[in-house]
């Protein structure tokens, strides 16, 4: 009963384990030296939880055009990009977002805008990736 016991445990961990994963993102000529990277992993109730984050992105201010805010959008295969919120880039040029989706396959990708809370993206896309199950 015991080996039974380890084994399910070490199941569990192996399938939890197995769906963390990161994906790049490719950085627009904007701002070449911009990196960026998703975190994607399950949450409990099945929906993927995701983790940006950012170094060496200029503030939105010193783009040219400038802009106030960078919007990360979440765009489903066949659907429109979905505004998930400002991603917030501090003093030291790095940035850090999160938020939870359905979908299992979509671009993710941050504009510039002047509004945070943009209904479509219309600014400079600085950064872009693409997740698939």
């Not at 904007?30 to 975190?39: F, H, I």
């Not at 765009?75 to 940035?95: C, M, S, T, Y």
């Not at 941050?110 to 600014?123: I, L, Q, R």
């Amino acid at each position: 009963m015991k080996h039974i016991i380890y084994f399910c445990v070490a199941i569990f961990a192996l399938t939890t384990f197995a769906m963390a994963r990161d994906i790049r993102l490719t950085a627009s000529s904007s701002v070449p030296a911009a990196e960026g990277k998703v975190s994607i992993d399950k949450d409990q109730n099945g929906n993927l939880k995701v983790k940006l984050e950012t170094r060496h992105l200029a503030k939105p201010a010193n783009l040219t055009p400038s802009a106030t805010a960078y919007v990360v959008w979440i765009q489903a295969r066949g659907k429109e990009p979905e505004n998930q919120g400002a991603l917030k880039v501090g003093n030291d040029l790095e940035g850090k977002f999160e938020t939870t989706t359905r979908y299992e396959a979509f671009d993710i990708f941050v504009t510039a805008e002047n509004n945070p809370t943009a209904t479509s993206p219309s600014g400079t896309e600085v950064l872009r990736g693409t997740v698939q199950p």
